[in-house]
């Protein structure tokens, strides 16, 4: 099974900051990543898919790098409506989730 | 626009049985795979079983929940269910129906329901 690690497990920061979460894959995946936003009470929201195509709807300010192994989602300029939980995925081997990280104001 | 609508959800005892049932409209649901994602209270998502678009021949599911989940679909009725059998507290969730995205190795998932929430309790 393909285990999927993300950090930090929390992260306090403010609007306007640039924000980077981390996402390591137990063996190489490819591209077949995704991210998800969740806030609470809601379903999940998919954000970006093969690490870095970029969900219509989504905010520019939103986007992912990375392939293989080590991931990364960056939001250029946090705003108020981003503070939520992040999760990543992986899609190459079945489904696995991170166990997510929780973007909260500093 | 596509729409995922779970039911089936309730307070179940230990050892007990539900079926959850997503109606899916806004697509052409034959043609999709489908899966079941959970969400134990306060914590992360777990993806719990799928199976693949048009006769559904292949199903698949999470080690924790084999030989004790099985997962259907009848494309007349454009709905996808998840038999949960022999229920455990741990399987106490809000469960999640989702849609894989188009096109060539698009297994994410790029809709979802509001949930059904299963609650196993003595």
């Known amino acids: 099974d393909i285990q999927m690690t993300q950090s930090p497990s929390t992260l306090s920061a403010s609007v306007g900051d640039r924000v980077t979460i981390t996402c390591r894959a137990s063996?190489?995946?490819?591209?077949?990543l995704a991210w998800y936003q969740q806030k609470p009470g809601k379903a999940p929201n998919l954000l970006i898919y093969?690490?870095?195509s970029l969900e219509s709807g989504v905010p520019s300010r939103f986007s992912g790098s990375g392939s293989g192994t080590e991931f990364t989602l960056t939001i250029s300029g946090l705003q108020p409506d981003d503070f939520a939980t992040y999760y990543c995925?992986?899609?190459?081997?079945?489904?696995?989730f991170g166990q997510g990280t929780k973007v909260e104001i500093k | 626009e596509v729409q995922l609508l779970e039911s089936g959800g309730g307070f179940v005892q230990p050892g007990g049985s539900l079926r959850l049932s997503c109606v899916a409209s806004?697509?052409?649901?034959?043609?999709?795979?489908m899966s079941w994602v959970r969400q134990a209270p306060g914590k992360g998502l777990e993806w719990v079983s799928g199976?693949?678009?048009?006769?559904?021949?292949?199903?698949y599911y999470a080690d924790s929940v084999k030989g004790r989940f099985t997962i259907s679909r009848d494309n007349s009725k454009n709905t996808v269910y998840l038999q949960v059998n022999s229920l455990r507290a741990e399987d106490t969730a809000v469960y999640y129906c989702?849609?894989?995205?188009?096109?060539?190795?698009?297994?994410?998932?790029?809709?979802w329901g509001q949930g059904t929430l299963v609650t196993v309790s003595s």
């Open positions: 995925q992986q899609y190459n081997s079945y489904w696995t």
């Open positions: 199976i693949s678009d048009t006769g559904g021949a292949k199903t």
């Open positions: 806004g697509f052409t649901f034959s043609s999709y795979a």
């Open positions: 989702a849609k894989v995205g188009g096109g060539y190795h698009a297994e994410y998932f790029q809709h």
């Open positions: 063996q190489r995946i490819s591209s077949w």
């Open positions: 093969k690490a870095s």
